[in-house]
């Protein structure tokens, strides 16, 4: 990248309004970020969660922080307590925080207080269906979402599901931060891809930080 796209990138830039995306903002911290991730996950093993209607949702789930986004028969919901163990999620490591924090700021959210930190991991395949994120209470708090690993195209629509979607490549240290009037835009992941490049990762990792209620 030449050394003004580089510098505009890390400015971050508003693909729609209220959406800013921050290019490998966090490249350099991913290993780390990823061997914290592996200790979240030692604690609360990633999962295939159900949809309300019984479908298994192909991304494989943890969580960290005082909530976390689950879903069963019964519905999306954020918990308190994980309802496989009954136990309070994971700490939220001051570190994640921190960067959520700062991303938001810079995005022009300015006291974004994250409560819940949702782990997504993709193996090759895996995907999401366009969705509005509207189980939080407060949606003029944004969320803040870091990618690692695999890359994904990020289809992003706007009010409706029959909006067109743009495609956006989110990839390893991508930071997305979006509220305002990108908040209720629908959103899914088209299948990951392997890379052939990097024979051994093997999945994409996306952590999205919210405001609950
Ligand atoms: C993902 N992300 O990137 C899925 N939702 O794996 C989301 O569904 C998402 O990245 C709300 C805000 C940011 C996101
Ligand atoms: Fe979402």
């Known amino acids: 990248m030449n050394p003004d796209l580089f510098a505009i990138a890390h400015a971050g830039m508003e693909i729609a309004e209220g959406a800013t995306l921050f290019k490998a903002r966090l490249r350099d911290e991913s290993a780390d970020f990823l061997r914290t991730v592996e200790k979240i996950a030692a604690e609360v093993p990633f999962r295939h969660m159900l949809t309300p209607g019984g479908q298994t949702i192909s991304a494989a789930m943890t969580n960290c922080g005082d909530f976390g986004w689950v879903s069963d028969r019964k519905g999306y919901r954020y918990a308190a307590a994980d309802p496989v163990s009954g136990k309070p999620w994971p700490l939220m490591p001051e570190r994640f925080r ?116």
Not at 122 to 127: D, E, L, T, V
Not at 140 to 159: D, E, H, M, R, T
Not at 195 to 200: F, G, K, N
Request: with cysteine; charged share 25%; hydrophobic share 40%.
């Open 98 to 213: 921190r960067e959520a924090i700062k991303a938001a700021e810079e995005a022009g959210f300015a006291n974004f207080s994250p409560q819940a930190c949702l782990i997504n991991r993709y193996a090759i395949g895996a995907k999401m269906g366009l969705h509005q994120d509207r189980d939080e209470a407060d949606f003029s708090q944004p969320i803040v979402s870091f990618s690692f690993g695999l890359s994904a195209v990020f289809l992003f629509g706007g009010a409706t599901r029959r909006d067109k979607t743009q495609k956006i490549i989110l990839e390893e240290g991508d930071v997305f931060v979006w509220g305002g009037a990108a908040r209720l835009c629908f959103h899914g992941i088209a299948p990951v891809k392997a890379d052939t490049t990097q024979p051994r990762v093997n999945y994409r990792f996306n952590l999205t930080f919210r405001h609950v209620r």
